[in-house]
């Protein structure tokens, strides 16, 4: 038996590949130095209390006749990588972010869709506004410059509308629109970097979420 074990050991050392992918998996997997996504980060089970899907599906209002079906496509070909949607208290919109890092809104067929606000004075057109290239890679090395609005919402009160950008955290800009004022770009000492959407709650508290604690966008 003994024979049999160290002849096995011989043979596995036999071979350097194979040791060395092993070796490699074995570092993949445990992630001594927590460099991967996750690592540092300490995971706690929790139980949820989620209704069961079929209790919830039961009384789901459905589409059951597939009328999203006959919906027809609006806005082809006019804005790229619009995210949140909003509208004002005029009822004015949808106001949207772009991925060029732009904040726009409908204004009806006679203007269409006009530039609303800007989250960074770093925003210029040359740099940010590349049509259907803003959702491609393309983008990728100018996005932390023009910024990129994802979560929009009206206080219908003040008419100011609070923006969650990735790169630029929460902003606020009035009812004219124009260059957002930054209101929060670090929580608790830690710098904001997915700011990704946000509420605001009936006591006039704004709620938001940051993605990533380790990455940014891109
Ligand atoms: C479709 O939904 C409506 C309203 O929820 C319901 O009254 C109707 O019976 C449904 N029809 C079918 C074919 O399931
Ligand atoms: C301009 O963009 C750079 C790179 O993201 C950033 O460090 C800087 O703070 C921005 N400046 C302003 C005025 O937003
Ligand atoms: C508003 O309500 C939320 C949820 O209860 C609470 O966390 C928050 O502190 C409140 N804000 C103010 C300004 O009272």
């Known amino acids: 038996m003994e024979q049999k074990g160290k002849h096995r050991e011989e043979t596995f050392l036999q071979h350097p590949v194979l040791f060395i992918v092993v070796l490699v998996f074995g570092f993949v997997l445990m ?43 609006e806005f ?22 772009l991925a060029d890092g732009r904040i726009v809104r409908w204004m009806g067929e006679d203007i269409g869709w006009e530039t609303f606000a800007i989250v960074t004075s770093n925003w210029s057109e040359k740099l940010c506004a590349r049509g259907v290239d803003s959702t491609t890679s393309k983008q990728w090395k100018h996005e932390k410059w023009c910024g990129r609005p994802l979560g929009l919402r009206f206080n219908k009160d003040s008419g100011d509308l609070y923006i969650a950008d990735a790169y630029y955290g929460l902003l606020v800009v009035g009812p004219g629109g124009g260059l957002a004022t930054p209101l929060a770009t670090h929580v608790e000492g830690r710098q904001i970097l997915f700011a990704n959407d946000l509420d605001i709650h009936k ?14 966008r891109v």
């Open 203 to 216: 006591n006039g508290s704004i709620f938001f979420t940051d993605t990533s604690r380790k990455y940014n």
């Open 31 to 73: 992630d001594p130095f927590e460099i991967g996504p996750v690592g540092g980060i300490e995971f706690r089970p929790v139980k949820h209390d989620i209704a069961p899907y079929k209790h919830v599906m039961a009384s789901w209002p459905r589409d059951n006749k597939s009328r999203l079906g006959n919906g027809k496509l």
């Open 76 to 97: 082809v070909d006019e804005v790229f990588g619009p995210e949140s949607l909003e509208f004002d208290g005029f009822g004015r919109g949808p106001y949207t972010g």
